[in-house]
């Protein structure tokens, strides 16, 4: 979880970000490595969210979720 001064920024961030470490993948963010992990991004306004080294899809999305909701009841 990164907070960015600006939504415009973690915007770019994330596309950055994308670019670099999942280039295969275009708008689904979402990426199963070679050791079988997930990697799974999202963006909450000025904050980029990341998910490295999940076991599994559901895992991955759970804790994208769960920092979701956490940041929309600031």
């Avoid at 993948?25 to 990341?50: F, M, N, P, S």
Wanted: cysteine-free.
């Amino acid at each position: 979880l990164v907070q960015y001064p600006a939504e415009k920024l973690a915007e770019e961030a994330l596309q950055s970000f994308s670019r670099a470490y999942m280039p295969e993948v275009k708008d689904e963010r979402r990426l199963q490595t070679e050791d079988g992990k997930w990697t799974v991004t999202a963006k909450h306004k000025e904050y980029l969210l990341i998910v490295f080294g999940a076991s599994n899809l559901a895992e991955a999305e759970d804790l994208l979720g769960a920092a979701d909701n956490r940041l929309k009841r600031q």
